[in-house]
C-alpha cells in the first residue's frame, strides 16, 4: 500500500513538468516506422556514384528509436547535427565533407544501427566515363585542372508588359515595377522571378533555373513551395567534339534552329508552372556527341539539384535534333535520368545516322564528279536521288556539309584546339606533321566506349604515334548501292557496277579510299553494347511525344522517327509509350508544339505517379497515357485530320542508301554480315550484264554482298550503366558492368512508382 502511494505521488510530481516540455508540431512527428534495424538511405543518388563531397541521407527510425538518440557518422566524423526531423517528418540531413573515395555512414540508436557505403568522386570527374582526353582547356576564372570555380547566382524576371518576352534581369536591391506573377500548377501564385544558378561539374558548365523568392530560405527537406517538384532538362542540336567548357543550351530548338520571335520557349512555360529546368553542356551533342558523358553530366546535375533544392517527382527531357539523340541514347543505356522525352527533328542515335551520311559522302565524290564515271555512264538528278532514297541530293550535300564533316573530320577546328604545331600533342591533329596532335573526330572523343583500332589495322599516322586512333564503328563493305533502283529498272548495270565499284570506303581519317570499309569488328560489337546504337531495348518504362514536320532537304527527314518505332515494336511488340505527332511547318511540326508536348507528358507522367497498382512500370505508363495524347497529323486548321500511319509521304518518311541497298527499313545495321555474290541471285536474275561488267561487279565485292536477312555484325541490345574505367586503372574499352545499385540509394530522383528505373 505504501509503495502504491509512492507512486501515486512520483506521478502528481512528474505529469506537471511534461506539460512543460514543447511538443514537436503535428507536420514534425514521424510516420510509425516498422521494428528492426536503421536503415541509411542515399536520396540523391547511387550511393556508389556520388560526387562533389556531399550527399542527402535520410535515416529511417523503426519503430521505438527516438530522433535525439540516433548518432551519425560519417567514417570517423560525428555529422548527426547534420540530421533534425523536418517537416514531413523523415529524419534527413546533408552530410558534406566526404573525401574522395568510400566511407561508411553509420547511425546508431541504442540497440539499434545501420549503414551504407557512399563512394564519392570529385566534382571536376570522372564519376563513370574513364581517363579523359589528354588535352582539355579551362575557362579563364578555373581555380583548378578540373575547371572549379565558385557557384554563381543571378536571377531573372518575365515583363508584365507582353512587348517585352522572355526573362530579363532582376536585381533583388532594386527590383523593377513590371514584374508578372504566374500560378503554378499546385495553385500557388508569386512573382514570376527566377534564380538561375550556374557551375561547373564535370569540367563543365551546368545551369539550373527556379521561380524563387528573394531573401528567403531554401532547403532540400523545406523548397520554396512554388517548386512542383518536377524538372524539365534542355539540350542541343548536332553532333561534335570539344575541349573546352562551353553554355548550356535552354532554346527548344538550341544548335537546329534559331529561336522563333514571338513563340514562347517551353522553358519559360515550365518555369511559371512551378518546374525547376536544368541543363547541362555536355548533354548538349553539338557541344559533346558522347552518350556516357551525356549521362555522367546529367547525373551529376540531377544530384545537385536533389542536395540543395529537393526530391523530384519526375524529370521530362526535350530537345531537337541532337537534343533527341542525348534524350533517347541516354534514357536507353542509362534509365533512371529521365522519366518522359519530348523529340524533336528526330534521331535514334548518333551512329546509324551517321552510317546514312557516311553513305552521302562518299556519293558526292562519286556523284558530283562525272570524270569518275565510266565511259557511257551519265547519271540524271533523278537517278541520283533514288538511289541515295530521297526527294533530291540537296539532302545528302547538307547533311555531309553540315553533320558528317564536321563530325567525323580529325582535322577540322573544333572548340578548344590550336593550331597544329608539328610535334605539340596539344595542338590540333594534322595526319601530315602533327599525327599525336587533338583528334577532333567524335570517334575519337568517344574513345573509351569504342577501343582502339588493333596494332594490325595502324595506318602511317598510328605506326608514328605507336597507338591506335578510335575503332571505326561502322562499315559499307558488301553494299550493293542502288540495287532496288536496278531491279526497278531506274539505273542501268552499268551505272549499278559504276557505283559500286567506284563509291569507295573511309579510313581512319574519313579519307576515301579505293577499298570499302570494313570497319573494326570489336569497336562495331561496342557501339552496340555502349547504346551508342540505340536499339531501344530499355525504352519501355518512358513517355514519349515525338513531333515534326517535313524536311525542306536539310537531314531531318521523318523516316528517323520511324527508325525508333520500329526498333521500339521490334523489342517490346507495341510502340503504345510513344506517340507520334506531325504537322506542316517544316522540322518542327508546329510553332507551338514544344510547349504543347511538354504539358502534354506533364500529365501523363502525373497519371502514372498516381498509378499504385501492383503492375510493371512499363504497364503503369502504357495505361498512364491520357486519351487525347495519340498519334496525330495536322495539316490545316486545329482539327487532327489524319494520323500519322496514313500519311507516311506527307511526312518525309524517306530512304537511306542502305535501305536502297535492300537493308532493313529500321536501318540499325552498322556492318552487314556476308555471303557470295552470285549471278543467280533472284536479284540479277533479269539483269543482262555484260561479262565485264560481272567481272567488275565481282572485283568490288571480293568477300560477297550484304545478307541482310541476318543481324548486322555486333548487332544487339545495349547495357546499362556501364563504366569505363579499368578495375586496375586505365581505360576498359566497351565498358565493364557496374555493379547492381545499391539498396537504398537513388530514391530522390523520382517518385517511388518510377523507382525501378534506377535498376540494372
Known sequence: MRSRLLVLALVSLVLPLLALVPRPAADAVPPPAPAGPLVVEVLSNRADLVSGGDVLVEVRLPRGVRARD?????????????FAVRRDGRYVGLVTGLRTGRTTIRAAAPGRAGSTVVTNHPAGGPVFTGPRERHYQCQETARNRRCEEPIRYTYLYR??????????????ADPPADVATTTTDQGVEVPFVVRREDGYQDRDRYTI??????????????????????????????????????????????GTIPALPGIEQSYITALGRGFAVMSTALANTGHNCNVAMNAESLMMAKERLVERYGEIRYTIGTGCSGGSISQ???????????????????????????????????????FEDPTRWAPGVLWLPTQVAQVEGHLSHLNAIVADEGLFTSALDPEHDCPGTRTPVAGDPRTRYDSETNPGGVRCSVLDLMVNL??????????????AV???????????????YGLAALRAGAITPAQFVDLNAAVGGLDVDSVRTDARTVGDPASIRRAYRTGLVNEANHLDEVAMIN??????????????????????????????????????????????????????????????????????????????????????????????????????????????????????????????????????????????FTSTQWARLQRAFPDGVCDWTKPGRGQGPARTWLRYDGARGGAAYGGRELPAPPRHSGGGWAAPVFAPLLRQ
Not at 605507336?466 to 550493293?480: S, T
Open 70 to 82: 540516433v548518432r551519425v557518422r560519417a567514417g570517423s566524423r560525428d555529422v548527426t547535427r547534420r
Open 159 to 172: 515583363s508584365a508588359n507582353p512587348l517585352l518576352p522572355g526573362l530579363r534581369p532582376y536585381d533583388p
Open 209 to 254: 533555373l527556379t521561380l524563387f523568392r528573394p531573401g528567403r530560405p531554401w532547403q532540400a527537406w523545406a523548397p520554396q513551395r512554388q517548386w512542383n517538384r518536377k524538372v524539365l532538362v534542355t539540350g542541343g542540336g548536332g553532333c561534335g567534339a570539344s575541349y573546352t567548357p562551353a553554355d548550356p543550351p535552354l532554346e527548344d530548338y538550341a
Open 328 to 366: 533517347h541514347t541516354v534514357a536507353n543505356a542509362y534509365p533512371g535520368i529521365y522519366q518522359g522525352l519530348v523529340t524533336t527533328c528526330s534521331y535514334p542515335d548518333v551512329l546509324t545516322a551517321g552510317a546514312q551520311f557516311a553513305d552521302y559522302h562518299l556519293m558526292r565524290q562519286y
Open 450 to 463: 569504342l577501343g582502339r583500332r588493333p596494332r594490325a589495322a595502324w595506318g602511317p599516322q598510328e605506326k
Open 466 to 480: 605507336d597507338r591506335g586512333f578510335a575503332g571505326i564503328p561502322f562499315a559499307n563493305a558488301g553494299v550493293q
Open 547 to 688: 513531333h515534326g514536320g517535313p524536311d525542306p532537304a536539310i537531314a531531318h527527314d521523318y523516316s528517323h522517327a520511324w527508325w525508333t518505332e520500329e526498333r521500339l515494336l521490334a523489342d517490346q511488340g507495341h510502340t503504345d509509350n510513344r506517340v507520334m505527332w506531325f504537322g506542316a511547318v517544316p522540322l518542327i511540326g508546329d510553332l507551338t508544339w514544344a510547349t504543347e508536348a511538354l504539358l502534354a507528358m506533364d500529365r501523363w507522367l502525373a497519371r502514372v505517379e498516381r498509378d499504385r497498382s501492383s503492375r510493371r512500370l512499363a504497364a503503369k505508363v502504357v495505361a498512364g497515357r491520357p486519351a487525347d495524347v495519340t498519334d496525330r497529323c495536322l495539316l490545316t486548321g486545329l482539327d487532327p485530320i489524319c494520323t500519322t500511319r496514313e500519311l507516311d509521304v506527307l511526312q518525309t518518311r524517306l530512304s537511306t542508301p542502305r535501305q536502297e541497298a535492300g537493308g532493313p527499313s529500321a536501318n540499325d545495321s552498322l556492318a552487314c554480315r556476308l555471303r557470295p555474290l552470285r549471278r543467280a541471285d533472284d536479284d540479277f536474275l533479269l539483269v543482262p
